[in-house]
């Protein structure tokens, strides 16, 4: 039977114990004017960004250049080309389908297409340590902690998201590790502080079972060297690193979001509107601003009617946890053609759609294998 060969006051034993938590026992930590409530509720908090003035007063826009605006005309020999080039990028289409078939109609529509970027600033607070290696504290001592809004940082471009953790000034204490009380090390769980454990070939009978020769695996002693502490009979604190004391500080966490609203017109077509909300279309118009206002005048209802709920519901769902730092309104022109085809006796169709000509069919004849679709 093993039993604790040693017994050592410096090492404690967490064999048994759960893992240590992000951060101490409130009772460790000290109270930090402003951050009071870090004690009360254990976990991150969330900083509501300071009221700040709207930005610049709703423009009056004229649309002439939508009204006056056309995109090009579909022409038999792109709806070819278009397709060709596409087959041409499959391993199972025919290319003899896209050169011998005869168009018979091209549908084609203009959509519209809305697209709100809102990129907004949130700021969460939480305790956190690190092994204290006796460098300088920057602690209480040294003047009050600023607000978290009032923290300086440098900001990452406009609608690339990102995000960056700082350490809160003067909110540094130094305490004992609460893991391991202070002593650096641990008893080893799998031989508790033995540094042994029992032969797993002999059982520890020293013997094999029916035979009188010595276990080989542990030259007869019953015992072998614990694999987990390589003999030490304990174990290094995976909180403190074998420091001893853990530097606790609060933590700064901010968080630069891209929310995005889409919206695409409607149309009469069969063509997926997945595809359509990613296809490459050609600018019309661009509102870029601190804060952008709802389109209300736009000669599609449909759109100017998006942009209001885009812009509302990125409004409630930012207005109580982030600074909005910078927002973008577009609407961009979407070809769409409808393609029917005569091959072989039978009508089909294919769409193209973007400025880039890209195509989707769902019926293309003379494929050689299974399971491919466009997308």
């Not at 900083?47 to 250049?65: D, N, T, Y």
């Not at 305790?127 to 990452?156: C, E, M, Y």
Request: proline residues 5%; positive net charge; glycine residues 6%.
């Amino acid at each position: 039977m093993d039993r604790d060969l040693s017994e050592d006051d410096s090492v404690v034993d967490l064999s048994f114990e759960a893992e240590s938590p992000l951060a101490p026992p409130t009772e460790l930590l000290e109270r930090l004017p402003g951050y009071d409530w870090l004690l009360q509720a254990g976990r991150g908090q969330t900083f509501f960004p300071p009221l700040e003035a709207l930005g610049r007063p709703q423009e009056q826009r004229s649309w002439s250049s939508f009204l006056e605006h056309r995109v090009p005309v579909m022409t038999e020999e792109v709806a070819r080309e278009a397709l060709l080039s596409f087959v041409n990028s499959k391993c199972c289409y025919s290319s003899t389908v896209a050169g011998d078939l005869v168009i018979r109609e091209l549908n084609q529509q203009t959509l519209c297409r809305y697209r709100l970027e809102t990129f907004s600033e949130s700021r969460i607070s939480e305790w956190t340590f690190q092994p204290f290696t006796n460098h300088s504290v920057d602690g209480p001592q040294r003047g009050a902690s600023p607000r978290l809004w009032d923290i300086k940082v440098q900001v990452p471009p406009m609608f690339q998201e990102d995000i960056r953790k700082f350490q809160v000034p003067h909110s540094s204490l130094v305490k004992e590790c609460h893991k391991c009380h202070g002593r650096g090390r641990y008893k080893c769980s799998g031989c508790h502080g033995a540094g042994t454990v029992r032969c797993p070939s002999c059982c520890g009978a020293k013997r094999k079972a029916k035979q009188s020769r010595r276990c080989q695996l542990c030259a007869g002693s019953g015992r072998r060297r614990c694999s987990t502490c390589s003999g030490r009979g304990n174990k290094t604190c995976a909180t403190c690193k074998g420091e001893k004391k853990l530097l606790h500080f609060i933590q700064l966490v901010i968080m630069w979001k891209n929310s995005l609203f889409e919206f695409v017109s409607e149309h009469r077509l069969n063509c997926p509107r997945e595809l359509l909300a990613k296809a490459k279309g050609e600018n019309l118009f661009k509102d870029e601003n601190s804060v952008v206002y709802p389109i209300v005048d736009f000669p599609l209802r449909d759109i100017s009617l998006a942009s209001q709920r885009g812009i509302a519901e990125h409004s409630a769902a930012l207005a109580s946890r982030a600074r909005v730092l910078q927002q973008r309104q577009t609407i961009e022109l979407i070809p769409l053609t409808e393609v029917h085809y005569w091959y072989q006796g039978k009508t089909y169709v294919y769409y193209i759609y973007g400025t880039d000509h890209q195509v989707y069919t769902v019926d293309y004849p003379e494929r050689y294998c299974c399971g491919c679709t466009i997308v």
